[in-house]
């Protein structure tokens, strides 16, 4: 966005000298936090470059040769992916030091950005103006011209990013190569890349660039299962074969997505496609890592090259299926109560509704592994849960209120402008609610593992302690509907979140045979921030938009925030699981004192 605000040679001399500084600044750093926070600087300036100089090859070079001039940009890319390891290690090898390499490295990226500077060209007309979302409007107009295969680009990025995370691990532990061979053989992908970007690059000038990431796309996938049954003496071959199948497939998308966005806005269409592509994407590596954990590196390694893997496809199949499934009832059934129930009695009543969902947190895992122990099987539990929910759909359809007035047609971007309205009205408050549950979640997920490493407890006992928060919940739920509905939404919210982060610190010194007193105290607070949030939210949106505004908030507290228990995971593994547990006890008793501060001074 800032390269077509002030024209990508700013942007792109700039970063690149500010990257060579950064390099050597971390060549003299003297702190464990200073490499930290030097080698994040690193990490946000040189994802400044990729998308202006891809939008600067766009406008600078004619669409009949585009592609193999961006063949030979990415080139750069796979070439110093390959060799500098190898530059940097006999460099640190020959000068007795790690410093040396980040020291000689600064010398390209500071050349080039003065190189850039006074070669590119200098002139630049802005964006004109058309409002705040047009950047927005442009962006889904990319999405509709080369959505789907961008998206299956994206996809294949996905996997392919877990694929190159885990590939020494996976050829060390499951095939048994040498450390070092496995480290060469990680760069063949890259050292094949040399040449696939600039083939597929001029290939996609002559027959057409949705060709040619077909192409790749459509090698890429066996391509990798051929690698995980290929003997271990020749698995250089279909490294080969990925190497160049995924240089033309990120080539070529690259040109297709530059070539589709309008002149003005091809640096932030592109940005805006390399976050999803490779940041985002990268999101898949720590989830093949749990994977792996669970079903060791090789099984998960054919889940990745088959998508799905022999005899389990069925049954991840549907569970992905039950996971979207249930998504979709819990914001329909908040609007449809908000929309029952007089504002007066809305608290207690959505409460009540609440209960449900923590009861069945606490008591279905039990009943769960009662029915399968007394059956002999898993699926006993799965076919005697199915009455539940079945009954209760035929009942709900006959018991709601069956008239329905669609919302009025308002143009396509009336739902983004009436989130921003409940954004600016209760922003303040469902942000930090949010915050809570996106540390709460990471709580959760680990919290019995850390009761049985951290604090010694029975494996069992941990289990029960695991249920408390949610059995308590059934008492926190209607209590915080109830008072909302007599002292206000906001005044409930503030006193949940600001009574969560103590108890959460207190759960960590606590004493382990009374740590059932601070998890009894975390349950009823975070019952009474997610119900009366949830209230809030549904009451502040339009009556005809609750379910979308509701999905939304679900989508940003729940799936998005889940996304913490893996962050946590890495973090508990860095410096041990007890000492995690204290840094989101921390973490969230500073979002509590935020909080009080923010209520006393009428903010929130």
Known sequence: MLADRIGPRIVLSGGLVLLGLASVALSLAGEYWHLLVLLLAMGIISGSYHAPAVALIARAFPERGRGAVMGLHTTGGHLSFFAAPLVAGAVALAAGTWRAPYLLFAIAPIASGIALWRLAPRTHVPPPSRGRLAALRELAGVGRAVGAVVAFSILFQVGFAAFLAFLSIYLVDARGVNVAVAAALYGLPQLAGVVGAPF????SDRIGRRAVIAIGLGVLGPAVWAFTVTPTPLVFLPLLVIGVAGAVRMTVTEVLVAESA????????????????????????????????????????????????????????LLLAMGIISGSYHAPAVALIARAFPERGRGAVMGLHTTGGHLSFFAAPLVAGAVALAAGTWRAPYLLFAIAPIASGIALWRLAPRTHVPPPSRGRLAALRELAGVGRAVGAVVAFSILFQVGFAAFLAFLSIYLVDARGVNVAVAAALYGLPQLAGVVGAPFGGWLSDRIGRRAVIAIGLGVLGPAVWAFTVTPTPLVFLPLLVIGVAGAVRMTVTEVLVAESAPVERRATVLGTYYLLAAEVGGLAAPGLGILATAVGIAAAFSFVALGLTVLSALVVIAALTGRL
Not at 200 to 203: A, C, I, K, T
Not at 267 to 278: D, I, M, N, Q
């Open 200 to 203: 597929g690059g001029w290939l």
């Open 262 to 317: 309008p002149v003005e806005r091809r640096a932030t269409v592109l940005g805006t496609y390399y976050l999803l592509a490779a940041e985002v994407g990268g999101l898949a590596a720590p989830g093949l890592g749990i994977l792996a954990t669970a079903v060791g590196i090789a099984a998960a390694f054919s889940f990745v090259a088959l998508g799905l893997a022999g005899e389990y496809w069925h049954l991840l199949v």
